[in-house]
């Protein structure tokens, strides 16, 4: 599960997935801010919007399904949004705006994401200049989320395997205790991965 | 000019408890030479001395000389080019996006770029067996192929000591037996801190061996590694490959 949480990128030899990354970023950023900046009712534009994201979609040749599961685990944060906007006056109306034009925008970058490989993106970050430190962080994230992932995995898997007694609360304990340790582990690694860059000649 | 030359290295762990105490041994250029001893003997905090990593705060007398230079500020950044350091486990070394960033990113530091750099990377690749390698993601490899990138990273850079720190540990014996060919093929001096006794017979000529801190032995690896009371005494034992070999 957490694979396909984390690795977004599934490669297919289609049209969409050769163009160069620059042309897909710059796309889905004119995308997003147009619908953005689309006055609330424009219903009719939002539906060619999702038009022209399931044509690209359905070019991509990516599993209909892989795509969905994505744009799901993304949105409940769009509808956390949303539901704000019930408070106000004509929420309703406000609502139904704000989930349709952040469900575009996030099926969007679902989209990127998915035709994109990441290091094709962290490039053209560090092509266009955005701080290098900014995307040195997003480098090593997305390089070590794959081996915390692993390592909560392993860690889990050990626990469970020890775990005699089904009660909640003992659970709980051992969660936390899997939480701490992983965080100890962590904080260990960066100091041996900072290590090993130095031996490489960073910053000296 | 002997390759590297530690001279009566001591260190003490921040907390006060010795790691190291009065260590002294030296290697020829292109030699090979066999680090083993105990857990917790000490091995990997010697190599970590040998490109500068440790100790935190610089000793007012540099204790190590690799190809003549002191392990010591100024010089740091060109000793760090020139000693490649392995380490334990390949996940901590491998810190880029692509295989082919990583390769590149000692040579980057040494300034190299575009086609300089590219034929750098390229080679370092083909030499580890990994050609056509580039553009793959590190945790979509093998633990023997992380191992190798590791490697080809120091080769781009063109590393003329190599400090590795357990090169065969949880590799299968295919992994091992490549990564043994390649260290056999290459022609630079190695320090080799290992738990693989077998590899220290096949490979390394002359061995040492470090327990508590301090070098308990040192020299040729046949003779050291037969005796079984020094062998036992320190953790070790007599390896395998040593029993069928005839003694004349």
Not at chain 1, 123 to 149: D, G, K
Not at chain 2, 146 to 163: D, I, P, S, Y
Not at chain 2, 210 to 233: I, K
Request: glycine share 8%; with cysteine; proline share 5%.
């Amino acid at each position: 599960m957490h694979r396909a949480l984390l690795e977004p990128y599934q490669h297919r030899r289609s049209a969409i997935h050769r163009l160069p990354a620059g042309l897909k970023a710059g796309g889905a950023l004119a995308f997003v801010l147009v619908i953005a900046l689309l006055p609330r009712a424009s219903w009719t534009a939002y539906g060619a919007g999702a038009g022209v994201l399931l044509l690209l979609a359905g070019l991509s040749r990516i599993r209909p399904r892989a795509l969905a599961l994505r744009l799901l685990l993304v949105e409940p944060f769009a509808l956390g949004v949303a539901l704000l906007s019930l408070l106000q006056q004509d929420g309703l109306r406000i609502f139904a705006a704000t989930l349709t034009k952040s469900t575009l925008c996030l099926f969007c970058m679902v989209l990127l994401s998915s035709t994109t490989r990441f290091s094709a993106l962290l490039r053209l970050l560090w092509r266009i200049r955005v701080p290098s430190l900014l995307v040195t962080t997003l480098a090593l994230m997305h390089r070590y989320l794959f081996v915390l992932a692993d390592e909560t995995a392993c860690m889990v898997r050990a626990r469970r395997s020890r775990t005699f007694t089904q009660d909640r609360a003992s659970a709980w304990r051992s969660s936390a205790s899997v939480i701490a340790q992983l965080f100890v582990r962590s904080s260990e690694r960066a100091e041996r991965i900072y290590a090993a860059m130095c031996a490489r000649g960073w910053k000296t | 000019m002997n390759a590297l030359e530690v001279r009566h290295l001591g260190y003490h762990y921040p907390d006060g408890t010795t790691a190291l105490r009065d260590v002294t041994f030296a290697v020829a250029e292109g030699e090979r030479v066999g680090l083993i001893g105990p857990n917790g003997a000490g091995k990997s905090t010697l190599l970590l001395h040998l490109n500068g990593l440790l100790p935190e705060h610089p000793a007012a007398v540099p204790t190590i000389h690799v190809f003549g230079t002191a392990v010591a500020e100024p010089q740091l950044a060109a000793i760090r080019a020139r000693v490649g350091l392995l380490f334990q486990d390949p996940d901590d070394q491998i810190f880029c996006p692509t295989v082919w960033e990583d390769v590149a990113f000692g040579p980057l530091q040494l300034g190299l770029h575009g086609a300089g750099l590219a034929t750098r990377v390229e080679r370092a690749l083909e030499q580890v067996g990994l050609g056509g390698f580039d553009e793959r993601l590190p945790h979509h490899l093998s633990r023997g192929e992380k191992r190798r990138v590791c490697l080809a990273g120091l080769l781009a850079c063109e590393a003329r000591l190599l400090a590795l720190d357990e090169p065969t540990s949880d590799l299968d014996p295919r992994g091992r037996r490549e990564l043994k060919g390649l260290l056999e093929a290459l022609p630079v001096a190695q320090v080799i801190a290992t738990h693989d006794l077998e590899l220290v017979v096949e490979l390394c000529p002359r061995v040492i061996v470090l327990d508590r801190g301090g070098v308990v032995a040192q020299g040729p690896t046949a003779e050291l590694l037969a005796d079984e009371q020094l062998m036992l005494a320190h953790g070790l034992e007599r390896p395998h490959i040593l029993r069928h070999r005839h003694p004349h």
